[in-house]
């Protein structure tokens, strides 16, 4: 049977039939580090954050669970749950786009057990085909130590089932509450800053695709960097990384308030939206707004006589 053309096309946010595009697979974004090209990370939490974040080209979309704190009002990244979770990662893998999108394992879907893990990493797999691969928070690995952690154990089975794993490691935001704290890792002992890098080698080794490593001294995330083969995406870890990532609302500054030391507000759209948002409530008292020939529908004027006639 001949394909009809319409099977080449699919319906983009403007309502339109665009034309099919393809999404970078892990192929490509370990390609561009190939080429010493960086690699740039945007968080998305939703058709319109990831939409923004596509048009923008970035090269990896991840659905961070920030988004629990920065979309959703929750004070911690631990509160939000997997099946939560899950429906926004479904909202951005229908954002069009060519970006490998990045899901966030969230806390509480996978320490129970290594089957559970196992399971929940299987169902956010399946949550999109976009879906391209999965990042971890992983504990700092003791060398030597007589029962390696969890996480790298986890991470380890996922990526023997073929499931692509991008390492997180430094401040691992799930674990604020044994960390004491939103605190830079890796700065206050050599011992530390070596269980950082033992932990990335590791990682490495188990099979991880690429590292996050998150609020670590710059030194130490380059020294990371450049022995290891695969690519550091860094927040808060200087410019020696092979790739950044910041949260899309810090960037867009979608949250009064001040924003962390490591990000970047490239604009202001809550003090924007706001202003916006403003208007149109003034506009409404003031009935400025809506403007019955620029906003309205007309009815024809016998139509409109005879409606008269009926009510009358
Ligand atoms: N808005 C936002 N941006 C983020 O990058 C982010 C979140 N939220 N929530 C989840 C995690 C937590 N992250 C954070 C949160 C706070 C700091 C922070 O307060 N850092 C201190 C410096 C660290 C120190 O004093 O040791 C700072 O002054 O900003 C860092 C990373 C990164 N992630
Ligand atoms: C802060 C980044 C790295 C993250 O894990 C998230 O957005 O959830
Ligand atoms: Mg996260």
């Known amino acids: 049977m001949i394909r009809s053309a319409v099977h080449h096309f699919r319906r983009s946010y403007s309502g339109y039939l665009s034309p099919v595009v393809r999404s970078k697979t892990l192929t490509d974004v370990l390609s561009k580090h190939a080429s010493r090209e960086p690699i740039s990370v945007i968080t998305a939490y939703d058709y319109i ?8 080209n970035c090269d990896v979309i991840l659905v961070g669970d920030s988004l629990a704190m920065c979309a959703l009002g929750y004070e911690s ?8 979770f899950r429906f926004h990662v ?7 786009g060519e970006a490998f999108i990045v899901v966030d394992i969230p806390f509480g879907s996978f320490e129970s057990s290594i089957e559970k893990g196992v399971e929940t990493a299987i ?11 999965l990042k971890l928070e992983v504990g700092s690995h003791k060398p030597g130590a007589y029962n390696p952690d969890y996480s790298l154990k986890l991470a380890a089975e996922l990526c023997s089932r073929g499931i692509p794993v991008m390492g997180h490691i430094g401040l691992t935001p799930q674990r604020v509450h044994s960390l004491g704290g939103y605190k830079v890792q890796g700065n206050r002992s050599a011992q530390q800053a070596a269980a950082i ?7 490495q080794k188990l099979g991880c695709f690429s590292l996050l490593v998150e609020c670590v001294p710059h030194k130490v995330s380059q020294y990371i960097t450049e022995t290891l083969n695969i690519p550091t995406i860094g927040i808060g870890a200087g410019s020696g990384t092979s790739g950044q990532v910041l949260v899309q609302s810090d960037i867009l500054g979608m949250l009064p308030g001040r924003i962390p030391k490591l990000a970047q507000k490239y604009t ?8 916006a948002l403003k208007h149109y409530v003034s506009d409404v008292t003031m009935h400025k707004f809506p403007e019955n020939d620029k906003n309205g529908f007309k009815i024809k004027e ?7 006639e009926i009510v009358e």
């Open 49 to 56: 954050s990831g939409s923004w974040a596509q048009a923008a």
């Open 77 to 84: 990244t631990t509160e939000i749950s997997l099946e939560e």
């Open 90 to 96: 479904q909202s951005v893998c229908r954002s069009p």
């Open 123 to 133: 169902s956010l797999m399946r949550c999109s085909p976009k879906v391209g691969a």
């Open 197 to 203: 890098f033992e932990t990335a080698r590791e990682l």
């Open 268 to 275: 202001d759209l809550h003090t924007q939206s706001v202003d």
């Open 302 to 308: 016998d139509v409109w006589r005879e409606f008269l």
